[in-house]
């Protein structure tokens, strides 16, 4: 299809109504939950194009096949950590007008798929607002950018419109369907706001996951330090002695394990753990980084919720049990 032409197929059958067309240069594929009628599609597409080119100007692609999203005047880039692959790579960075600059890799994390990028030269580079924390509901309309399939300037980056399905602290669930390239490529609010970054590509429709912006806010000066957040097991590392679960504030204590370190201090079963020396925690292998981080027989601090009350406890670490 050349740029500024139009197809349009709609089913109201049983499943979804699809629009496909382009503007702008952008290729198009609606394909969110069936709205209520042509009215809303209508205005759904308004508010879309209404905020679509700062968006465009921001996508940019990643050599190896990836995409990104610049987020910040001196040229921060969100991206996928498997596209940003490592810490303190030189990475090639495309416009959307075909400029091609220099860039190099952060911090990662590879639990939550979110990688961090900056430019290396100054400049005024076109940027995009994050959405502020929280501000996304099941069944809101979104729309994602990528170069899907590769960096093609002539049509440009794609756009998919649809809805968010599922949202927590490590990932985001849409039907905005992803395919090659897309990944590191920023997930959109219809404010024109960024709330993800596509992580893994599926065959189905409404089978597509984000990192969201948390995955990135939550542990930022980590990423500008170069820190990579990941599962390798330090047998010298700290160890505590509790098995926790994803909460909404942090890793949720289920069980304190007898005869740990956990066991003879003040945590108990229930507590949320939201830092670890500091470093903020959601989920028990972000927590398992951040205690291997420090050697046993350390006392370090942790803050905890219990009871809707923010605590802060020093606890020494011990070593992990050899299996």
């Known amino acids: ?40 599609m209508v205005r759904i597409q308004q508010r879309v194009q209404a905020v679509l080119e700062p968006c465009r100007l921001a996508t940019v692609g990643i050599d190896g096949g990836g995409t990104g999203v610049i987020v910040s005047r001196d040229g921060f880039i969100l991206t996928a950590a498997h596209v940003s692959v490592i810490s303190g790579r030189p990475v090639a960075v495309t416009l959307s007008d075909g400029r091609r600059v220099k860039a190099t890799s952060l911090g990662l994390n590879r639990f939550a798929d979110a990688g961090l990028v900056k430019i290396d030269d100054s400049g005024d580079w076109p940027f995009v607002p994050l959405a502020r924390h929280g501000q996304r509901l099941a069944g809101d309309w979104c729309f994602a950018l990528g170069h899907s399939s590769g960096i093609d300037l002539e049509r440009g980056a794609v756009l998919r419109v649809g809805r968010l399905i599922g949202s927590h602290a490590l990932v985001m669930r849409t039907d905005c369907h992803l395919i090659g390239g897309d990944s590191g490529g920023p997930l959109f609010n219809l404010k024109g706001q960024v709330i993800g970054i596509h992580s893994r590509v599926s065959e189905e429709i409404d089978d597509n996951y984000h990192s969201p912006i948390e995955a990135f806010i939550r542990h930022w000066q980590l990423f500008l330090d170069g820190e990579e957040i990941e599962a390798s097991i330090d047998p010298e590392g700290g160890f505590l002695g509790v098995r926790s679960e994803l909460s909404l504030y942090g890793a949720a204590i289920r069980e304190v394990v007898d005869g740990t370190p956990a066991a003879v201090s003040p945590l108990k079963t229930g507590d949320v753990i939201s830092k670890v020396g500091g470093v903020p925690v959601f989920h028990s292998e972000e927590l398992g980084w951040a205690l291997r981080r420090h050697r046993p027989g350390t006392t370090i601090p942790i803050e905890i919720f219990r009871e809707n009350r923010s605590m802060h406890f020093q606890v020494k670490l011990g070593r992990a049990p050899s299996k």
């Open 1 to 40: 299809m050349r740029m500024g032409s139009l197809g349009m197929r709609v089913s109201f059958c049983h499943l979804f109504v699809s629009l496909s067309f382009f503007f702008n240069g952008v290729g198009l594929d609606l394909t969110g939950g069936t709205p209520s009628g042509l009215g809303e």
